[in-house]
């Protein structure tokens, strides 16, 4: 039962380096979500997916990008790092669809923990 | 815009003694709220949800009450184990809207 997938686990980047988060899921969800998690702050949501084909920012998307490759996978890229990215990063899936999507609970990974220095 | 705000921690309870964690809520119309939480070293895992007015979640011994009139959906259950230490999330998604809006959540230690 795999269920959502991130990969890495861990990653420590310079300021300015690249990298892309990498999400999957095998439980042919419609919608795909990234968030962020800060001490104090909750989850916030960077960016999201609602059916393959499609992105929508969130409440913090200033500094990221992402790529629904397809209905499995869902990537986000941090094109210039910068320290206030340093935080722990969640990919999420749904089942929602149409306009009923949030109702839907979401299915999280166990998170990227990324630190930039 | 919408919001959650949750009791903030941290929560130190003995096993085998009443939880109750706050959340109320500010959204139009009528969202769906959820109650989520997080083990250490791991994602958030849904815990119990309520779609409208009046409905109670439930799940592992947890309960919550959708009150419209009060704007809440508190968090309670009746004798905790320690293996109920975590962190506890409230959450509600607007209706039609795929946004889940999260509370700032409550940690949740218990104690033999």
């Known amino acids: 039962n795999a269920g959502v997938t991130q990969t890495p686990k861990f990653q420590v980047l310079k300021t300015g380096q690249s990298m892309t988060l990498q999400c999957a899921q095998d439980?042919?969800?419609?919608?795909m979500y990234w968030y962020r998690q800060d001490p104090g702050m909750g989850l916030r949501l960077i960016y999201y997916s609602a059916s393959e084909g499609t992105t929508d920012k969130g409440e913090v998307p200033n500094g990221y990008n992402v790529s629904r490759l397809n209905k499995r996978e869902f990537s986000l890229r941090l094109e210039s790092a910068a320290p206030s990215q340093t935080s722990v990063y969640f990919c999420?899936?749904?089942?929602?669809?149409?306009?009923?999507?949030?109702?839907?609970?979401?299915?999280f990974g166990d998170g990227t923990r990324l630190s930039i220095l | 815009g919408n919001s959650v705000t949750q009791m903030e921690g941290p929560v130190t309870l003995s096993e085998e003694a009443f939880l109750t964690i706050n959340c109320t809520y500010t959204a139009t119309g009528y969202p769906s709220l959820f109650w989520y939480v997080q083990y250490p070293g791991e994602g958030l895992q849904l815990l119990l949800k309520?779609?409208?007015?009046?409905d109670k979640g439930s799940n592992k011994g947890f309960e919550a009450t959708y009150r419209k009139e009060t704007t809440s959906f508190h968090l309670e259950k009746g004798s905790v184990q320690v293996s109920d230490s975590a962190v506890y999330f409230c959450?509600?998604?607007?209706?039609?809207?795929?946004?889940?809006?999260f509370g700032k959540g409550t940690k949740l230690s218990v104690i033999p």
């Open positions: 999420a899936s749904s089942s929602g669809t149409g306009g009923g999507g949030g109702n839907q609970p979401q299915h």
């Open positions: 959450a509600l998604a607007g209706a039609g809207s795929y946004q889940l809006t």
């Open positions: 309520a779609t409208k007015a009046d």
């Open positions: 439980m042919n969800h419609n919608s």
